[in-house]
């Protein structure tokens, strides 16, 4: 009898507190909702001063807030792509902040977004090649494209033949000889771009098959330099001359530690 005594009054307890918490929650919102013609006002009046020129080409959301941090947002999506997108925050202390330079302008978070997409995409392109972890990075910033390269990212038209991604991917060769090395990239590149993708540019880790521990990393290869036919010649080059970088292409290599 007492431990169901006891039982009943614990369950009590919890019920008085889940009550007491609602209703906090809900005269909090309340309150909040007084603050709303404000905010709203301040957000909108900082919109029109430094980004009246974009109004016709976002989407604003409603009002949000955040239980976390006590702020309230809007956010504000490209009409052609709701992924690039940036935020005007009213924050605890009454402040306003912007993400709109490194998440609009720059595209940052949209472009890293769009590399991943494209990670999975070529993944499945390349599953037979035995190549191991393949990643796709971003290399640039929205402001760098031109402007029918941004316009190709935003339409989702043949956007994955806008170069501002690299690949990258590691490969066990059976001799560290440069026309091996230049037969497994030249496979690549051909299979991606029977695809439609045009990386900006190729990252490889080679290593000896015999030794895990021999190997080199070629960096900043392009297809413009598979293409060429160059790669073969710059490889032993570099080797020969004990140097890690092709100063006219770019390329890099460097030796396993």
């Known amino acids: 009898m007492k431990k169901q005594n006891a039982l009943m009054m614990q369950m009590a307890i919890f019920f008085i507190f889940v009550i007491v918490t609602f209703g906090m929650l809900v005269i909090y919102q309340k309150g909040n909702m007084l603050l709303y013609p404000k905010i709203k006002k301040e957000l909108d009046t900082y ?30 999506q490209n009409k052609q792509n709701e992924k690039l997108s940036f935020e005007l925050i009213y924050t605890k202390k009454k402040k306003i902040k912007s993400t709109y330079q490194q998440d609009y302008v720059e595209g940052k978070s949209f472009l890293n977004s769009l590399s991943k997409d494209f990670q999975k995409e070529i993944q499945k392109i390349l599953k037979k090649e035995e190549l191991s972890p393949i990643k796709v990075e971003n290399q640039m910033i929205l402001s760098d494209l031109k402007k029918k390269e941004k316009e190709k990212l935003l339409s989702k038209k043949e956007r994955t033949k806008v170069a ?33 993708y045009h990386p900006l540019s190729y990252q490889v880790q080679f290593t000896l098959q015999s030794d895990g521990t021999k190997g080199f990393i070629l960096k900043n290869v392009t297809r413009k330099t598979l293409l060429e036919g160059k790669l073969e010649t710059i490889i032993n080059q570099l080797y020969q001359n004990e140097k890690t970088k092709d100063e006219n292409t770019g390329i890099e290599m460097e030796e396993l530690k």
């Not at 702020?71 to 504000?76: A, D, G, M, Q």
């Not at 690949?167 to 991606?192: C, G, P, Q």
């Open 47 to 76: 919109f029109n001063e430094h980004y009246l020129s974009i109004l016709k080409e976002v989407d604003k959301s409603e009002l949000l807030f955040n239980f976390d941090d006590k702020s309230y947002k809007y956010v504000y």
């Open 164 to 196: 501002f991604y690299q690949v990258e991917f590691s490969k066990t060769i059976s001799s560290l000889n440069a026309k091996e090395m230049v037969d497994v990239l030249t496979r690549v590149d051909e299979l991606l771009k029977k695809k439609s």
